[in-house]
């Protein structure tokens, strides 16, 4: 099976800040990853799928790069709607998830 | 596109879980459809998937106790998950989607608690 290891659990940062989550697969995944952004009470949402493309109507403060088996989910200015979970997802053999990564206010 | 879920949301230890999604709005040809959990508090874990064939997989971890089954001439699916214990207990959300994950698609999550 794939892992997934996602980096860090939590994140602190205010508004405006650029932040960065990272993810490590345990073996290459190509360009088959989404991110998922997620609050409580609701079903994740995807925001970036096949590594790198924005999903419609998402912003674009938000991006994503790598492949193999490093990659990255980046906010270039953190806005008040963007405090929740985020979720990298590999999807080359079947779905495996990263543990999350909580981003909260500082 | 809406996607609806709904099945039975306490259970006593060994029963079945039973759940069904069904997909409005649209036409689907293709796409996969799939079972996700999240324990209260807890990361997501996919359980599995059936294909546009019919063809199912199953997260190793769980296939013994696992069937999902569709009816693509309702746009329905369903999962049963057999003998439950409390470690079971979560939300339980489905997803249909396309293979590049362009295309996706959520139910609004059924919470299933096991408790004597």
């Known amino acids: 099976d794939i892992q997934m290891t996602q980096s860090p659990s939590t994140l602190s940062a205010s508004i405006g800040d650029r932040v960065t989550i990272t993810c490590r697969a345990s073996q290459s995944i190509s360009s088959w990853l989404a991110w998922y952004q997620q609050k409580p009470g609701k079903a994740p949402k995807v925001l970036i799928y096949k590594a790198s493309s924005l999903e419609s109507g998402v912003p674009s403060r938000f991006s994503g790069s790598g492949s193999g088996t490093e990659f990255t989910l980046t906010i270039s200015s953190l806005q008040p709607d963007d405090f929740a979970t985020y979720y990298c997802?590999?999807?080359?053999?079947?779905?495996?998830f990263g543990q999350g990564t909580r981003v909260e206010i500082k | 596109v809406q996607v609806q879920q709904w099945g039975a949301g306490l259970l006593k230890p060994s029963e079945t879980l039973s759940l069904t999604c069904a997909v409005y709005g649209g036409a689907f040809s293709g796409y996969y459809w799939s079972w996700i959990r999240q324990p209260p508090g807890k990361g997501l874990e996919w359980i599995g998937e059936i294909d546009h064939s019919g063809s199912a997989n199953y997260n190793s971890s769980l296939e013994s106790r696992v069937i999902i089954s569709a009816d693509r001439s309702k746009n329905q699916f369903s999962l049963r998950l057999n003998s439950v214990t409390a470690a079971d207990t979560a939300v339980y959300y489905c997803a249909t989607y396309s293979g590049t994950l362009q295309y996706s698609y959520w139910g609004q999550g059924t919470l299933v608690t096991v408790s004597s």
């Open positions: 997802q590999q999807y080359k053999t079947y779905w495996t």
